[in-house]
């Protein structure tokens, strides 16, 4: 028994002993060892809460919940962390006055990450975006792929990633083209000569998006008259589709088709042309070319 006591007697002044003494603050062996055991099990039991809610989520929602997550975590450790401190007798309010000159330098050095990250947080729950959105930034077309806490990562059509800190969507206007549903209607504009048979024109455009693959049957495709050109009759033919993303190819292969028609039924497509009106004070001087001196001569 009695050694028993001198065990535990000995452990406790190892827990006891001073790693940091000061006035005011005072780090023991106990203190650090409870900092590491409370660090190892909130890691465990935030594992559990994980696996638990990663499992009851829609797959279109677990990235944004593994995103919040790892947010969070970090959080978690350093409450963690401050309330151990606190019931070990450690002042904290010394250790916060000694680092505000330090949280103020990293607050201005790190504000442009704390602002991704808000609005990161932000766009999670407002549900502005989600993975395979298909967004228009900056005059770049790309389909998100995957949605981060700093950043978001979208896919362009010539296959190139654009990585886009998150704050652009809460401070600059963004194009979603699948925000309400994955349904957009495009639009192919042509010009024909002036003189075409309008109705013609119409009836090959209708013909070549009801020959396009990809083109919705409902709504049905439509053309407009838009207006009468410097140069030519402008017609659009707008058409509906459920894959905006691959609408430069379905453009293409209507306008090689559209193209051969128009060819097929003699349809021009004109040449900018412009009048020149000549103004002068007299009749042109015309002079028969066999009396003009040689090249070369003084007259």
């Known amino acids: 028994m009695e050694k028993l006591r001198n065990f535990f007697s000995k452990f406790n002044d190892i827990l006891s002993y001073q790693i940091y003494d000061s006035e005011s603050i005072h780090i023991t062996v106990g203190t650090f ?3 590491v055991i409370a660090v190892i099990v909130v ?3 935030l594992r559990i809460v994980h696996t638990v809610v990663v499992k009851k989520l829609p797959e279109s929602d677990k990235n944004k919940f593994v995103s919040i997550f790892s947010f969070l975590k970090y959080l978690f450790y350093i409450l963690v962390i401050i309330i151990i401190l606190h019931t070990s007798g450690v002042n904290l309010t010394v250790l916060l006055t000694a680092s505000a000159a330090l949280f103020v330098g990293l607050g201005f050095a790190l504000q442009n990450l704390f602002q991704d990250i808000i609005s ?3 766009m999670i729950l407002d549900q502005s975006i989600h ?3 298909i967004i228009e930034v900056e ?6 792929f995957e949605i981060r806490l700093r950043s978001t990562r979208a896919i362009t059509r010539d296959d190139k990633v654009i990585i886009i800190p998150n ?3 809460l401070t600059n206007t963004i194009y979603n083209h699948t925000q309400n549903h994955n349904m957009t209607r495009e639009s192919l504009i042509v010009g024909v000569a002036y003189g075409s048979d309008v109705a013609l024109v119409t009836k090959i455009l209708l013909d070549a998006v009801s020959h396009q693959k990809g083109v919705l049957k409902s709504p049905e495709a439509f053309v407009q008259f838009d207006d009468f050109g410097d140069s030519a009759l402008i017609f659009s033919l707008n058409f509906f589709i459920s894959n905006s993303f691959a609408v430069p190819r379905m453009r293409s292969e209507m306008r090689y088709n559209i193209d051969e028609q128009f ?3 003699g349809v021009t497509i004109p040449f900018p042309q412009r009048d020149v009106h000549v103004f002068q004070q007299s009749p042109f001087l015309h002079q028969n070319t066999s009396t ?3 090249s070369g001569q003084v007259i």
């Not at 005059?139 to 998100?144: E, M, N, Q």
């Open 292 to 294: 003009m001196p040689e």
């Open 120 to 122: 990161g947080i932000l």
């Open 167 to 169: 704050h652009i969507f």
């Open 43 to 45: 890691t465990y039991l």
């Open 131 to 133: 993975v395979g959105d």
């Open 33 to 35: 060892l409870s900092i």
């Open 139 to 144: 005059g770049k077309v790309g389909k998100v």
């Open 263 to 265: 060819r097929k039924n």
